[in-house]
Each structure stands twice: as C-alpha cells, then as structure tokens.
C-alpha cells in the first residue's frame, strides 16, 4: 500500500501520482510539464504495459496530456473519469496531438536543411486515438469496484466541466485505508459549473496548492461590472479588447458574462458588438459544455437552459476555425472582442493577436486566469515594456487589465475551507501542484489549520499508507538545462535595452525644434554613449 510522487512535486503542472496497492498499479493522473520546470521528473517505477487503471480528476493538458505517451509506451488499462471529462479528453488529447505532430514537421523542415537530427514527437494522433479509446467513464457520486480491495468515486470539486476528486477505499492484509486526491479543487461562485463538493472522512488527502499561499479577495467580484468597465472603456477608444483564455473552461465563463451584458443592455452605445472566438478547440469546448449540461450545470445556469435560453450563445457571437480566418480578424477595424489560446500566451494564435495590438495604445488586454512565471502572459501581467513575439520586438502600449478574482483554482482559504469538510482530521495531507515555495508555505499552514502533519513531496517521495511513514520525501534534482533561467534572466535584460532605445528615440523626436546648441550637446552624449558600447 504504496503511494510515490512522479509529476507536479513543487511544480505547477505535470500531475502524475502512482499508488501500488492490492497487486494493483495504479496512476492518478498523467499530465505533461507546460511552461518552466525547476526540477527533473523521476521515471515512473514500472512499465507503462504494467499500469492496471488511470484514475484522471479533469480533462486539463498538466493532468491528462501524457495519456497518448503512456499508451505508445505500452498502456492496455482502463481510464476511468467521468462523463464529461472522457468527452474533452476525446478533443484536447487530439488537440495536443496535433501540436505535438505540427511542431515535429516545423523542426524538422529545419533539420533536413541544416542536416540536423529528426525530431521525433511525443506522440502522434494515432497514440491519442489509442489513449481515447481506453477511456472509461462513469457518473459522479457512483462508487465503483475497481478490483479486488479497492473501491473509488468521483465527486464534483467545481474546477472544470466534468472535474472531480477521487476517493478511493484500500483493503490489504487486513489493513483498510482511504485517501483522497483533490485534483484541483475549484473556487466559489464560478458561472456555469457546481461549487466543489466536500469530502467528509478520509485517512490521507493529496492536495493541489495553486493558489496556496494567495486569496481572491474578501468580496465576491462582479465580474459582470468589472468586465462591462473594461469593454466600454475600451470601445470608447476605439480600440480592440484581446483576451487571452484557456479554451476550456475559461473561454465558456467569458461568453456567459458577454450574454449577460450584451442581454442586459449594459453597454448601450455599442449594443451590436462583435465577440469573434478564434480557437478551434474553444469551439469544440463549448460543444461539450452544452452536451453535458445536466450533470455539470449549477442553478443558475439551470434555470437560462429551461427557459430556452443557451447560456454561451449571443449576437454578435463569431467563430474563427481556419488561420485563414484568424488573420481575417485584424483586418476588421471595428473595436470587438478577441478571444483565443493559450491563456498563458506561450502558444496558439493569442500570440497573433498580440502582435497586431500589444502596440496599440487604444486596445486593451485582458487577463482572465493563472500567469505561470516565466510565461509572456506573467511578464505582460508584470508590466514588461517591450516583450519579443515571433523573433519581433513589440512595445507594450496597450493597457493590461486582469479581472480580479476570476479564476477556476480556490484560493488559500477556499483550500482551507475544503480540508476543513472532513469531519475527522485526516492521518496525513500531502501537498502538490504548485509553485516550488508556496508548495511547503502551504503544508505548514495545513498542518497548523488542520492538526495533523503534512509535507510537501518531491518527485521520488514515497509514503507507505498502511503504516502512514514517509519512506523518502524526495530528492530535489534541478533541471539538467542549468543554463536556462539564465538564458531566460539575459534575455529579460536585453528585451529591456530595447525598450530604453526606444524610448530614446522617442525623447529624441519630442526635441525637434529645439536650439542648435542644445541639438549638438544632445548628439553628442548619444554619440558618446554608442561610442562606449559599440564593442
């Protein structure tokens, strides 16, 4: 009865937790590492052909993007989730795939002209096909039989369409225990999805701490005020408003809050405003939401579907599918709304859309979700003056807006609140799924709160849950590419000499008509300093 830590351990994404228990093999998740990385996975300690079952909580790439590896290498198993998680695996894991095959053939167009290595990727549309196919799902709140000694269940925890917790029940030699694994436990009053369900008892608890060591704010947000501010606001100046989303989840609460104020009339200077969707997968998304209304809906949303009305469904509303498409957008002059991947900037054709308005005094950007350090999407939230997009500089003249509060994860206290449903202390908690500092911040306050001990594991850990020991709490093993924070820090530094220049330039056009005399003095200190660094 064996649970070790492979993904996510003092890192934000990559869950991927093994537990080994009545002869069984059992994974919790199998998400891929986006973003930066401090530290190097350990391998899984068996074969992925040795894997009985994956237990997946949601359907996001961190908690299911290594699904289509882990059946290349080998996986015959079941994957179990529920419902409306196995119907956004069936795209997103496409979707990855398609990235994964697109990035291969870019690289490799390189390759063959400089004579370089092929690159192989990750994996292909057939291993996610394959993957797609082991999917098992289930309804929430049904307790399941998985094998011998061991029972699961799935319970709302109000991240995601179709997000859950899992419970699973242990019986081995005679020794019974239960642990939870929160997945990523959602905030309070979310639009469209349920507030996460608590879990009343239980022995252990593995918890998410993405938020761990920060609060949304005392008050809850009008997200509808706030977001109606930004759009006139910004259709006053004539400008776009760009917003970068997750295309599953976030995406589907922005085009609530649209209907909303496009139904309520808020913005009556400009009531047939356009809100173009440019992300294929946003739109599949959105498919899925409707499918699965039903079991995932909360009240509110519940009560538009029996009036006939769909709830992500307005005028005005476009979809982009082709790039064709896409590029069309920016050619429309018109002040609209664009939203589009990746939520973090890093990818997709939210990077498009940024080049053609980040430089555009009268637009605005604006932030609805999570900013990983290290992503475009921070360093803009952190008030870059120039960032670098496809190779080109870009000044940052639009205004950067982030609307407080909207976020899919709990906070600190919404952390705290779901330990505090179990009615009886647990045995341990184990803290994972965020960023390296907040992981062992965050493990002591549960200890303090909770009353019983916690850790924070690093890729390696080992608990033995029938004994309730820490076989190991892990080795932290920094990423071999050492170099790259440093490359990341001069690149940071240069991007800001960029922005100075520009900046001089600037001085340097708003001195025109100035006196001679001062002209030349202003020459020769430019002349001066070029001189210095002109190496």
């Not at 952390?415 to 002591?444: C, N, Q, Y």
């Amino acid at each position: 009865m064996k649970l070790t830590f492979i993904g996510a351990a003092h890192e934000v994404t990559g869950s991927c937790h093994l537990l080994q228990a009545c002869g069984r093999n059992i994974l919790i998740d199998c998400g891929m590492e986006q973003g930066p990385d401090l530290y190097e996975n350990q391998e899984l300690p068996v074969n992925a052909g040795d894997i009985d079952y994956v237990l997946l909580t949601h359907a996001h790439i961190d908690h299911s993007g290594k699904l289509p590896l882990l059946a290349k290498e080998g996986f015959r198993g079941e994957i179990i989730t529920t419902f409306a998680t196995a119907d956004l695996c069936d795209i997103m894991l496409r979707d990855s795939a398609h990235i994964q095959e697109f990035e291969a053939e870019w690289r490799n167009r390189k390759a063959r002209r400089s004579g370089a290595e092929i690159y192989e990727p990750m994996y292909t549309m057939a291993d996610a096909d394959a993957a797609i196919r082991l999917l098992a799902p289930c309804d929430y709140n049904q307790r399941i039989t998985l094998c011998e000694g061991i029972e699961v269940r799935f319970t709302d925890v109000g991240h995601l369409l179709g997000s859950a917790c899992i419970e699973i029940w242990i019986n081995e030699d005679g020794v019974s225990k239960k642990i939870v694994f929160s997945g990523d436990v959602g905030n309070l009053n979310q639009p469209i999805i349920k507030d996460p369900q608590c879990v009343k008892e239980t022995d252990y608890v593995v918890i998410e701490s993405t938020y761990g060591n920060r609060t949304h704010g005392d008050k809850i947000p009008d997200y509808v005020g706030e977001f109606t501010r930004i759009l006139k606001e910004t259709f006053d100046r004539g400008g776009n408003v760009v917003i970068p989303s997750f295309a599953v989840g976030r995406t589907q609460e922005i085009l609530y809050f649209i209907r909303e104020i496009k139904e309520e009339n808020r913005i009556p200077e400009y009531p047939d405003f356009e809100v173009y969707v440019d992300s294929p997968l946003a739109i599949e998304a959105t498919r899925v939401f409707n499918k699965n209304v039903k079991s995932c809906f909360d009240e509110d949303a519940m009560k538009l579907i029996e009036q006939g009305i769909n709830p992500l469904v307005f005028p005005g509303l476009k979809t982009s599918i082709t790039s064709d498409d896409s590029k069309e957008i920016n050619f429309d002059e018109k002040p609209k709304v664009i939203i589009s991947a990746s939520g973090m900037c890093d990818a997709g054709r939210i990077r498009h859309h940024l080049k053609h308005n980040l430089w555009r005094k009268e637009c605005t950007i604006c932030f609805v979700g999570y900013q990983a350090v290290g992503t475009l999407g921070r360093k803009l939230v952190e008030g870059a003056e120039c960032v670098k997009i496809f190779g080109e500089s870009i000044m940052v003249n639009a205004k950067i807006e982030c609307l407080q509060g909207i976020s899919g994860h709990a906070d600190m206290n919404g952390l705290l609140a779901w330990l505090h449903g179990f009615e009886k202390k647990p045995e341990r908690i184990m803290v994972v799924h965020g960023e390296d500092h907040v992981t062992d911040s965050f493990a002591e306050l549960a200890s303090k709160e909770i009353g019983c001990p916690a850790f924070a594991p690093y890729s390696g850990g080992c608990v033995d849950l029938a004994t309730n020991t820490v076989i190991t709490a892990g080795t932290p093993v920094p990423k071999k590419a050492a170099e790259k924070p440093a490359r990341a820090r001069a690149n940071a530094a240069f991007e800001r000499v960029v922005a100075a220049a520009k900046r001089l330039l600037q001085v340097v056009l708003k001195n025109e008509g100035l006196a001679n005399k001062d002209l030349a003095k202003f020459e020769t200190q430019i002349q001066n300093l070029a001189d210095k660094w002109d190496r």
